[in-house]
C-alpha cells in the first residue's frame, strides 16, 4: 500500500540547474497537486492535474513545469534553478471531492 | 493575500488538557474545510473535516467548530496526548474543482 512516493527525499542544487521531481501514486486518483512550503509558511499550489494530459497553474508556478502523461505520475520539472526555489516540495493525490493523501517531500536547497 | 489565516504560530498544552486550534478565512465560496497533521518529515495527514453547510464535526478526541458568519473554525483536541505534538495546518477548499488552501499551521506541544 504505497500511496504517494516521491523521489528523491533531498537534493542540492546549484544556482542554473535543472532537475525533475518524481511523483507517483497508485491509488487511481485522478486529481494531483505539487505545493511547496517555506519555513514557518503553509503550503503554496504550484501546479495540479485533474486528469492525464490536464495541468494547470496554481498559485506560484513560475519557474516550474509539469506533464501528467499517465494517471500514476506527475512531475515536476525546475528549469534554472534558483535560490528562491529552496523550499519542501508536496505531491498529493485525490479523488475529485476528497481530501488529500501526500508523499513526504522532497527537500531541495539551491546553493 | 492569504486567504486562509492560523494566526497562532505556536501552541503549548500540559497532557490530558484541552488545545484549541484557530482559522480564519475570507473566501465565502469555500465549501469544505480540513485539518492536517504534520510531522517533521513526513507529508501532512488528514485528521478531520467538516462540510459548509455544518457547524461540528467529531471523531474520537477530535472535534472542528465551523462558524460561517464569523469565517472561522477551531480544531479541538481533548485530552491532548504527547503524540499530538506535531504541526496543524487548517485548509479550505473553493467552490471551483479540489484545489485546498492552506494557513500557515500551528505548532503544537503538548507537554508530559
Known amino acids: 500500500n504505497a500511496g504517494v512516493t516521491q523521489t528523491p527525499k533531498f537534493r542540492i542544487l546549484k544556482i542554473g540547474q535543472s532537475m525533475t521531481l518524481q511523483c507517483t501514486q497508485d491509488?487511481?486518483?485522478?486529481?494531483m497537486y505539487w505545493y511547496r512550503q517555506d519555513p514557518g509558511m503553509g503550503l503554496k499550489l504550484i501546479y495540479y492535474s485533474v486528469g492525464a494530459g490536464i495541468t494547470d497553474k496554481g498559485e506560484v508556478p513560475n519557474g516550474y513545469n509539469v506533464s501528467r502523461s499517465t494517471t500514476e505520475d506527475f512531475p515536476l520539472r525546475l528549469e534554472l534553478a534558483a535560490p528562491s526555489q529552496t523550499s519542501v516540495y508536496f505531491c498529493a493525490s485525490s479523488h475529485w471531492d476528497r481530501g488529500y493523501t501526500f508523499g513526504s517531500g522532497t527537500r531541495l536547497t539551491v546553493v | 493575500d492569504q486567504q486562509v489565516k492560523q494566526n497562532s504560530p505556536s501552541l503549548s498544552v500540559q497532557e490530558g488538557r484541552i488545545s484549541i486550534l484557530n482559522c480564519d478565512y475570507t473566501?465565502?465560496?469555500?465549501?469544505?474545510f480540513l485539518w492536517y497533521k504534520k510531522y517533521p518529515a513526513e507529508g501532512p495527514t488528514f485528521l478531520i473535516s467538516i462540510s459548509s453547510i455544518k457547524d461540528k464535526n467529531e471523531d474520537g478526541r477530535f472535534t472542528v467548530f465551523l462558524n460561517k458568519s464569523a469565517k472561522h473554525l477551531s480544531l479541538h483536541i481533548v485530552p491532548s496526548q504527547p503524540g499530538d505534538s506535531a504541526v496543524y495546518f487548517c485548509a479550505a477548499r473553493g467552490a471551483a474543482g479540489n484545489k485546498l488552501t492552506f494557513g500557515g499551521g500551528t505548532r503544537v506541544l503538548v507537554k508530559p
Open positions: 491509488m487511481n486518483h485522478n486529481y
Open positions: 473566501n465565502s465560496m469555500f465549501d469544505y
